[in-house]
């Protein structure tokens, strides 16, 4: 391919993602939610039962399952107050689980982790909570930690784009980790 083929197509896809970006600063998101996880109703027979059919956690499911086709932009929040080591220590008690990887970021700024998806947040937040049967996936796997020194804290915000964003959202990941700073996951 010449120089000016490949310059034209890289006009172009920046174009496109000028576009994109553009629809997404004048329409915001489709949708947004934030769900506060409560850890008390985590169980490890989650792993063999549907979640998303518990009276504890089915509304959440049943509403992100409404957006099912569409990309989002997602972040966990924790409380604040927990130290970082204390929440890494949470995180790999069990060294055969695959999570993301751990930052550089000094202490706890009360957000544990940024993501992204293409399509279904709702089966990405159940491989974040551990319960997912492909137990290859990275994920948090919070709701397989111990108890913590201080009551867990937890929230899922997800934010719901259209679908012509879907291929642009990793540089926004990128940016929001930068400045929420979480408490793992490499970007």
Not at 68 to 87: G, H, S, V, W
Not at 126 to 150: E, F, M, N, P, T
Request: proline letters at 2%.
């Amino acid at each position: 391919m010449e120089k000016e083929q490949i310059e034209k197509l890289i006009s172009e896809e920046a174009t496109k993602a000028v576009s994109v970006f553009d629809a997404i600063i004048k329409e915001k998101s489709v949708e947004s939610f934030k769900f506060k996880l409560d850890s008390k109703y985590f169980k490890t027979d989650f792993i063999t039962h549907d979640i998303t059919q518990d009276v504890n956690f089915k509304e959440m499911f049943d509403k992100l399952k409404e957006y099912n086709d569409y990309p989002a932009l997602y972040f966990f929040q924790i409380n604040q107050e927990l130290d970082k080591t204390e929440i890494l220590n949470l995180m790999i008690k069990d060294d055969s689980l695959k999570i993301p990887a751990i930052n550089n970021y000094k202490e706890n700024k009360g957000f544990l982790y940024v993501g992204k998806v293409t399509s279904c947040a709702w089966g990405r937040l159940i491989q974040h909570l551990g319960y997912h049967k492909q137990r290859k996936s990275h994920g948090i796997q919070v709701g397989l930690w111990d108890k913590a020194s201080k009551e867990l804290e937890l929230s899922f915000t997800v934010i719901f784009f259209e679908k012509e964003s879907r291929d642009y959202l990793i540089l926004l990941e990128k940016m929001l980790s930068k400045q929420l700073e979480p408490i793992i996951g490499k970007h």
